[in-house]
């Protein structure tokens, strides 16, 4: 019981790093220090996609199925839900370097956005106290 309970938090886990990668850069709206979490992550996860590899919670998470008595996902709420999006069908080394991609892309787009603001906003606030 506890092995599926750990599963599903690996799971979570996983869920939750794919999100701070993806989004993660509007972090920088409100603590400038995220960056330094979010660029690894985001070279991190290009790096898997890009070369192919896995990441490390992968095996945790069926290491921890397996010891569970498990053979697949099939069962709970976070399995039928999360699963299909961690782990896409048809996980094939185009759609690996598309993904890849992706991450750059979203993530180059956020932190343009990001910094066009703050430049904007600094630029903005030093006009008006200039007046």
């Not at 709970?76 to 069908?89: C, G, N, T």
Request: some cysteine; aromatic content about 14%; hydrophobic content about 50%.
């Amino acid at each position: 019981m506890i092995e599926r309970i750990l599963a599903d938090g690996v799971v979570l886990l996983h869920f939750g790093f794919i999100l701070f990668v993806v989004f993660g850069g509007f972090l920088l709206l409100r603590w400038k220090w995220s960056a330094s979490l979010h660029l690894p992550a985001v070279l991190w996860a290009a790096a898997i996609e890009f070369r192919h590899g896995v990441c490390p919670l992968t095996p945790l998470e069926q290491e921890l199925r397996l010891a569970a008595g498990e053979a697949g996902y099939s069962g709970s709420f976070i399995e039928h839900y999360l699963i299909p999006i961690i782990y896409p069908a048809g996980l094939d080394e185009r759609l690996q370097y598309i993904l890849g991609t992706l991450v750059i892309a979203i993530n180059l787009v956020i932190y343009g956005w990001v910094l066009f603001r703050r430049s904007h906003g600094s630029a903005q606030k030093f006009s008006d106290t200039r007046s």
